[in-house]
């Protein structure tokens, strides 16, 4: 069984997508729409040096835009997955993916997202921290005892992202490096996100979704909010749980280890970079299990993979 995931923020790098657009009409589409939709110039974000694309209200949009391109010409190739998922931002390329959300309406909503998780707190009042070398549940238990900071994201067994407010999270830093994490990293963002911080953000984000139709599932996809596996039976939680997702931890590990014991063998990562990759492998490791992956952040990439999986 094939599943597609899709990375979120921090994988962006500047020229990602272009060979796409240079190479298929279907990702030059994608990206020509995108630009008559958005308020920016996506193209000069994804191709060119510059500074926006690290900027969270133009980050997500050009992610989106990015991905659903290269998904565009493995679907174009008869590439089929079995369940689709993304981290963070990228579960709504995994929507898209599955038929659920047309492009246009995902990228609305994403630049709303963006602009929103961007704006809920001031620059250097929340931060977030990965912590390595510490056991998940150590980490929780560290966060649960202090005031305003949170687990973010369970990457992967040893790599946890706390977040919350400045203080909390260095507090949390000194508490957690006591307790045996091999090193705390604070991470280079505009914002703490996945915390009650961004609370507000969510709802008024779901203001923005209460307008996008839902289409049925052609393929079925797994939440970040509850790593479980989302169809057309629970198809009207959706809205409700990306309202959720602002705000609450990414529950990555828990995701892919759903996956894998639904019988998902093979892990195409679709979009810049291999951390989805690096991530999957040693859930899969911690889980005894096998499993192949392929990324897709390239051109040339995409005849590989479907020579490898058609």
Same mark, same amino acid.
């Given at each position: ?72 010409v ?52 929340? @931060?977030?921290? @990965? ?36 203080? @909390? ?16 990293v ?7 996100f ?64 759903n ?12 979009g810049p ?10 859930? @899969? ?26």
């Amino acid at each position: 069984m094939i599943a597609f995931v899709f990375p979120g923020q921090g994988a962006q790098v500047v020229g990602m997508g272009k060979d796409f657009y240079e190479n298929s009409e279907l990702s030059k589409n994608i990206f020509d729409e995108a630009a008559e939709l958005l308020d920016f110039d996506v193209k000069k974000v994804c191709f060119e040096e510059n500074e926006a694309i690290n900027i969270t209200e133009y980050t997500q949009a050009a992610m989106l835009t990015t991905s659903v391109a290269m998904l565009e010409v493995l679907k174009e190739k008869g590439l089929k997955p079995d369940v689709c998922a993304g981290l963070s931002l990228g579960e709504y390329c995994a929507l898209v993916a599955s038929g659920v959300m047309d492009f246009e309406d995902a990228l609305k909503a994403v630049r709303q997202r963006g602009i929103l998780m961007q704006e809920a707190v001031p620059t250097g009042i929340g @931060a977030m921290s @990965a912590i390595i070398g510490l056991d998940a549940d150590v980490i929780a238990g560290i966060c649960d005892k202090i005031d305003e900071v949170s687990v973010a994201n369970y990457n992967c067994p040893g790599q946890i992202v706390i977040t919350g407010k400045k203080e @909390a999270v260095e507090k949390a830093n000194e508490e957690l490096k006591e307790a045996g994490a091999r090193r705390c990293v604070m991470l280079n963002v505009s914002g703490p996100f996945h915390s009650e911080m961004l609370k507000t953000a969510g709802e008024e984000l779901y203001r923005v979704l209460e307008n996008v139709e839902l289409k049925d599932f052609e393929i079925p996809y797994v939440t970040n909010v509850t790593a479980k596996y989302v169809t057309n039976e629970n198809k009207n939680e959706i809205k409700e749980m990306l309202k959720d997702q602002v705000s609450s931890s990414v529950l990555w590990i828990q995701s892919v280890e759903n996956m894998i014991e639904q019988g998902v063998d093979t892990f195409v990562e679709i979009g810049p970079g291999k951390t989805l990759t690096g991530f999957i492998k040693k859930i @899969a490791k911690a889980v005894d299990k096998e499993v192949t992956t392929y990324n897709v952040e390239k051109y040339e990439d995409v005849e590989a993979v479907v020579n490898a999986l058609a």
